[in-house]
């Protein structure tokens, strides 16, 4: 069965405080890894797809990398409005299973 | 390119009554998926349609169904509610078929309560 682990369950920064997101997963054959971002009571907002292990992604301060294990969001620099709750979702043969999520705080 | 909608945005119901949630895809989309969301479970796979066919289906009891029209529009259905099926569903969509391979773009999500 497809597996997702996101790590931490919750993360605190100081703004300007670059760190990076964990997402372990489990696969009988990747398709596509996804991160999303989540505002509080609104859907999830596509940020990047991933499809092979060495793959990176950018996207202003957010950079996702990929491996046959594991995938980061790394942000640099983060700012107030980068917190929210950062999911990854794992695109298997049959379906999309989502992590429980990051959610971040960036304290000014 | 509008995004994906739903309707209606908010519903309150009460124990045994059953609800219609309406999605409408990006233009060009057949595939629409289904979600539930709640606080403790995370986002929850309810099922997957495309071109009118589900072809995919979550662990949730018979009384949520779905059906997909030509246009590609979708509806879910909840029978007999329970407290439990109090929640946020997203519906989602993407230009592909069925598997892991397609990004999928998310609607506002409709916000359920059960009282």
Redesign the interface.
Known sequence: EDQVTQSPEALRLQEGESSSLNCSYTVSGLRGLFWYRQDPGKGPEFLFTLYSAGEEKEKERLKATLTKKESFLHITAPKPEDSATYLCALGGYQKVTFGTGTKLQVIP | KAG?TQTPRYLIKTRGQQVTLSCSPISGHRSV?W?QQTPGQ??Q?LF?YFSETQR?K?NFPGRFSGRQFSNSRSEMNVSTLELGDSA?Y?C?SSSGG????????????T?LTVL
């Open positions: 994906v998926s979600y995370g986002l796979f997957e995919n979550g946020l997203l989602a069925t598997g892991g391979a397609y990004t999928q773009y998310f609607g506002p999500g916000r």
